[in-house]
């Protein structure tokens, strides 16, 4: 049972300085029409100019996307999926953070299947492969380059949306760390932070039953022996590497190791699963406006202390990769880095107003594909416990909970 693993991942992953140099003789293989989707500010980048002449060279034709807006909207993804319908498009090409590779998901999706982003929220709702996708990411942080998911907001609903299938994983993901250079060192932080995050909610999530049905029923199948694999080596990557990567920007072997660290943890939680972190940054984001990465990683260390009867294990083993002296080091060891780069340590510090916390207990309990994924059950009486030692920075009311209950 415990043997039981599972990995889903691109067709090819290539990982290393100077390989965005390899999109063009890539993208040659899978096509002659490629779509690029990218934002604003990156189509103006040199680098993204250069990786538009290296597809020209190849004898591919070039049409450029270049309007993603941040989270994008649900009806920014139809509109750009409709305009790029006549000039059809044998490949997408993704380039750029989260929301460029999740915008050129959706448009792979609306261009090969028709419809609207809401007829796919959920999971398991993509009917069949999507055209041929290649992921560049130049944020180091979400991991979609390598990710069954799509994040999209939807102005009909307070919450963000996803839509997660096997389908929507890139066929070919290019993952260059000098293409992070450029990145603030607010963003290298925020993105970092929700990497780390990825990578240690998919090594805590809960272990599902090794049902034979289990791979092919669900997205996220919980915490097993291949995603543990990619998880430990994330973590250990982000705890080396993210610190120097915000504050010396220019150090390119702390942003390999956060770019890699990045891409690893997406291919642990993209089969594990996100938890707790992930559901109530959900209602928070909506209400703080806050990054998703600040967010998630501001309430990490308080959902890792309220698990911790159930995951001691997992903190002995992220004591040793990370260097410290015992599990019982690792929550403080995490909420040390995360303050060292800039996160805020409470929900108070984020932002959020305290009259809102049974809101957010309410929204976030509602989310079960992420709560059942958590190793220690959370009821919403126990969520509002959580949210207000999280709110106040009050570890003794985790800690009571926890002599009530035992
Ligand atoms: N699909 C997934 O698996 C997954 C996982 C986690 C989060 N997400 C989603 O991803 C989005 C966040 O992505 P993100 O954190 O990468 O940010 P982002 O893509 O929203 O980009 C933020 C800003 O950074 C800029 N930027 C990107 N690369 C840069 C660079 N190299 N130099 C300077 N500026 C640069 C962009 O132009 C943009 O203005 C959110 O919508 C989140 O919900 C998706
Ligand atoms: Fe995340």
């Excluded at 920007?249 to 190791?257: D, H, K, V």
């Excluded at 932002?351 to 594909?369: F, T």
Aim: hydrophobic fraction near 45%; proline fraction near 6%; aromatic fraction near 4%.
């Amino acid at each position: 049972m415990e043997h039981f693993g599972t990995l889903r991942s691109p067709r090819e992953l290539i990982v290393g300085c100077g390989q965005r140099r390899a999109l063009g003789l890539v993208a040659k293989g899978l096509g002659q029409r490629a779509l690029v989707v990218t934002d604003e500010r990156l189509a103006a980048d040199a680098n993204c100019h250069a990786m538009i002449a290296d597809l020209e060279d190849n004898g591919v034709t070039v049409q450029v996307q270049g309007g993603t807006l941040p989270d994008v909207p649900e009806e920014s993804a139809f509109i750009a999926a409709e305009a790029a319908r006549s000039f059809a498009p044998d490949v997408v090409i993704g380039i750029g953070g989260g929301s460029c590779l999740d915008m050129a998901k959706c448009v792979a999706l609306l261009l090969t299947h028709g419809g609207r982003p809401d007829d796919y929220y959920g999971e398991l709702k993509v009917p069949g492969p999507i055209l041929p996708l290649i992921a560049i990411p130049t944020t180091a942080g979400t991991g979609s380059e390598v990710t069954p998911v799509a994040v999209l907001s939807d102005s009909k609903r307070s919450l963000k949306v996803g839509i997660s299938s096997p389908h929507l994983i890139p066929t070919v993901a290019i993952c260059d760390p000098e293409l992070t250079l450029t990145c603030p060192a607010t963003l290298t932080a925020i993105a970092g932070a929700d990497a780390l995050t990825h990578a240690i909610e998919a090594f805590t999530a809960t272990r599902r039953p090794a049902t034979a049905g289990l791979t092919q029923e669900r997205v996220f199948v919980g915490k097993n022996v291949l995603s543990d694999h990619f998880a430990l080596i994330a973590i250990s990557l982000l705890w080396q590497g993210l610190e120097a990567a915000c504050t010396e920007g220019n150090n390119l072997a702390a942003r390999a190791q956060v770019m890699q660290g990045a891409t690893f943890a997406g291919l642990a939680f993209g089969v594990a699963g996100t938890a707790a972190a992930h559901a109530i940054q959900y209602p928070v984001g909506a209400l703080t406006h806050t990054a998703h990465g600040a967010g998630v990683a501001s309430l990490m260390p308080w959902v890792m202390e309220w698990n911790r009867p159930m995951i001691g294990s997992e903190l002995e083993q992220m004591a040793s990769v990370m260097g410290v002296a015992d599990g019982t080091a690792v929550i403080p060891a995490i909420s040390a880095l995360f303050a060292r780069i800039g996160i805020p340590p409470t929900l108070k510090a984020l932002g959020l107003a305290e009259d809102k916390l049974d809101w957010v207990a309410d929204q976030s309990c509602g989310i079960e594909r992420l709560i059942q994924n958590n190793p220690r059950p959370i009821n919403r009486s126990d969520m509002r416990t959580l949210l207000e030692a999280a709110f106040w920075g009050d570890v003794s009311l985790i800690q009571q909970n926890r002599k009530a209950n035992t």
